[in-house]
């Protein structure tokens, strides 16, 4: 495997008050600083976007990828205009390597309509810093948002980035949040809905919170299911507790835990960012299945979030589980979106970056085809 390092480009100060930067190619009104804000500053930052989402808080992708991630604030005017966490992975002997943007970057400030240009300038900031500056090949994953999705896409494609490499799990499931009750039961597919009232009979009971004995139930319950399934964790729960206790007020980190007569037996973490819920973590203990408590389970979830301004309810991908696949087409019903990932959106750096990003994406193709065959 590569040994990966960070190296910036252009690296800023991580002061404050460093001075921005601003391009020629940009009016002095577009201006930005790479790494002047801290990992708390910086998530206080991005909780002002819509767009927000966890592959953009430092807090998460510090923990994902330690001493490896550079954050770009831009500002147009003195106002924030976008920004994003980028995964700098930089293979020895080079000086340039792979530049990475996860579902960002973000672009929508709260309370602004989605206007194409402001994306396409972020984006081109991104360009001069990371591609003219740094030599990295540039890739972009766009957040799955509907509607919003394929306007980022045009934007990417008219400045030149392609996709070489499709999504492994393409596949993301999105449930309408501004349905009435009424509405979602009927948007459900008919099997979701018969074995949602079979959780009822079953007099499954959800309850919600962020206390550490919430947390500390639904762990127990994550390393039961573990253990029973016998798979490797790649999941950061143990980010849980940092996550309840340092998101920024306008976010939030929430437990649920569906209990059959007061004994716990399905769980998820599900965090608010920006227009979107984001289901983040579940667990299960072998009688959660026939009670069918993950039905109950994610009504109730839904049924909390139709309660807060918000739009969407990120399911995640299917990650080639049919039964899975079919639990969550069932819970998005015919109003909500299954959205198809394009890939990984790419522009290429200099020669030595392109080269270094090759090399990366070749060992992450081993890396996934080894975890396939473990299975």
């Not at 020629?24 to 910086?42: K, L, N």
């Not at 009435?180 to 809905?193: E, F, G, H, P, T």
Request: charged share 25%.
């Amino acid at each position: 495997m590569l040994d990966l390092r960070t190296q910036g480009p252009a690296m800023l100060s991580p002061d404050v008050d460093a001075p921005r930067v601003q391009a020629a190619s940009f009016g002095p009104e577009i201006q930005w600083r790479v790494d002047a804000a801290d990992r708390q500053a910086w998530d206080v930052f991005a909780a002002q976007f819509d767009d927000v989402n966890h592959d953009q808080y430092a807090l998460y992708t510090e923990h994902q990828w330690p001493g490896r991630t550079c954050r770009i604030q831009i500002f147009e005017n003195g106002a924030p205009l976008g920004g994003a966490i980028v995964v700098l992975l930089i293979p020895p002997l080079f000086q340039s390597g792979l530049a990475y943007v996860k579902f960002g970057p973000l672009w929508r400030p709260a309370g602004t309509s989605a206007d194409p240009s402001r994306y396409e300038t972020v984006v081109r900031v991104l360009i001069e810093e990371f591609v003219n500056r740094g030599g990295h090949q540039l890739v972009i994953v766009p957040r799955p948002t509907p509607e919003i999705l394929a306007r980022e896409e045009t934007v990417l494609r008219r400045l030149g980035f392609v996709v070489k490499r499709a999504t492994p799990d393409p596949n993301r499931y999105l449930v309408d949040c501004t349905l009435s009750k009424d509405d979602q039961l009927k948007s459900l597919a008919q099997k979701w809905r018969y074995n949602l009232r079979k959780s009822w009979k079953n007099e499954i009971t959800v309850r919600s919170g962020a206390s550490e004995d919430y947390v500390r139930v639904f762990t127990e319950l994550h390393s039961q299911m573990k253990g029973r399934k016998q798979f490797g964790d790649h999941e950061p729960v143990d980010l849980v507790p940092e996550l309840i206790r340092k998101m920024p007020p306008a976010l939030g980190c929430t437990v649920y835990l569906a209990s059959h007569k007061d004994t716990p037996v399905a769980g998820a973490v599900v965090t608010r960012q920006g227009d979107s819920a984001f289901y983040m973590f579940g667990a299960s203990a072998d009688s959660a299945l026939p009670l069918k408590a993950g039905y109950a389970l994610q009504w109730a979830i839904i049924d909390d979030l139709r309660e807060q301004p918000v739009r969407w309810y990120d399911l995640g991908g299917e990650a080639g589980d049919q039964g899975l696949k079919q639990f969550k087409k069932g819970l998005v019903g015919r109003e909500g979106h299954v959205l198809c990932m394009p890939g990984e959106f790419e522009l290429k750096g200099s020669m030595a970056g392109s080269i270094a990003a090759e090399l990366i994406f070749a060992a992450r193709a081993v890396s996934r085809i080894v975890k396939e065959r473990r299975r």
